[in-house]
């Protein structure tokens, strides 16, 4: 896709024609339409993820594998980055090794700001810390279009974010991706839970402290866990009490009059965010979020080989001809 970029770190880094064409697309593929990728060789992507995963790094592997690709699984815990190699001269080894691209999960926020003016490779973020997790927030929305019958029924549609939302990089992935479609969104949690600064953004963000009233406003609940990894100081609530106040169940669907889907960005913790009977129903919307993660990084990988950049690699790059060409005490003959 031409003019993608080569770093996708956050949902900015889009323009909305790009993200209007990889929904189009991960429809095709979904459809059985065949990869398209114009390389000399097989697709070659490196995997590394400096944080746990299991629906990220797995579904990348399968929609590499799709893409008739393979992936590295970059341990970082046994690179050379240990003997104190920077990431940047790491990024560009993979890169002259043959490395199309690499995903790179991290607890850091922000670690891929640095690369954005000069690629060493061309990176897709798999989530920074509490910054940003874009792909997830693309499968997302074409989760919920999907649902919704195309993007652009979901024009006046309420989408409630429930919980922990100033810790994760979801939310802050589609507070940047779903109003660009005419979607409301409100943030919905315990005080401590709603977004620092968000005040500055009333306009276009809804906040609710109060479950009854989300449920009451929403056409979809998108459910969070409480992302104690990431908290500087301690959750003051139990989860008990977390669950009884905030915990989505039949019950408090019920009492406010309301069915409408659940979805969840994974991992869950049934029992505490979500009861069993809502995971095994079939408002519970997270597994088609994952089949459909396969597809939707299927047309992310596509978009960004096909991005026709050329400005990949070392800033210093030059043909060892060029050098020597160039270079008087080499050419001393
Ligand atoms: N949604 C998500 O990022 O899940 P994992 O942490 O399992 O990759």
């Known amino acids: 896709m031409v003019g993608f970029p080569s770093i996708l770190e956050g949902i900015k880094d889009l323009k909305k024609g790009h993200i209007l064409q990889l929904l189009e697309r991960a429809e095709d593929l979904k459809s059985g339409s065949p990869a398209r990728l114009p ?23 399968m929609a590499i594998k799709r893409l008739q690709g393979f992936h590295i699984d970059f341990q970082a815990e046994n690179s050379s980055l240990k003997k104190g190699e920077s990431l940047e001269q790491t990024l560009l ?7 199309d691209i690499c995903i790179i ?11 954005k003016e000069h690629p ?4 897709i973020n798999g989530g920074d810390g509490s910054n940003q997790h874009p792909t997830q927030a693309l499968l997302d929305l074409y989760t919920l279009s999907e649902q919704f019958g195309g993007v652009e029924s979901l024009k006046g549609k309420t989408v409630a974010i429930v919980g922990d939302c100033r810790h994760s990089r979801v939310t802050h992935s589609l507070m940047d991706l779903l109003p660009q479609f005419g979607i409301n969104v409100i943030l919905s949690g315990p005080k401590e839970f709603i977004p620092q600064n968000i005040e ?3 306009n276009k963000f809804q906040v609710s402290n109060d479950i009854d009233e989300t449920i009451k406003m929403s056409d979809a609940l998108y459910l969070l866990r409480i992302q104690s990894e990431r908290h500087t100081k301690g959750f003051e609530d139990t989860l008990t009490s977390y669950k009884d106040s905030w ?6 669907l019920r009492k406010n009059e309301k069915s409408l889907p659940i ?11 979500v009861s069993q009977e809502i995971v095994d129903s079939e408002i519970w919307m997270a597994h088609e979020q994952v089949r459909n993660s396969v597809y939707m990084r299927m047309a992310i990988i596509e978009a960004m080989i096909t991005n026709e950049d050329q400005k990949i690699g070392s800033i210093y790059n030059k043909v060892p001809g060029d050098i020597c060409a160039g270079n008087s005490r080499l050419n001393t003959k």
């Open 105 to 115: 999960r991290t607890k850091q926020s922000h670690l891929l700001d640095e690369f």
């Open 93 to 99: 080894t993979l890169h002259y090794q043959g490395i």
């Open 39 to 61: 390389l000399q060789k097989s697709l070659a992507v490196a995997t590394s993820f400096l944080e746990h995963s299991t629906r990220t790094k797995h579904s990348f592997a």
């Open 247 to 252: 915990g989505i169940d039949f019950e408090k």
């Open 200 to 202: 500055d953004e009333t």
């Open 263 to 273: 979805y969840h960005p994974g991992p869950a913790n049934i029992g505490v965010e």
């Open 120 to 123: 060493p490779i061309k990176i």
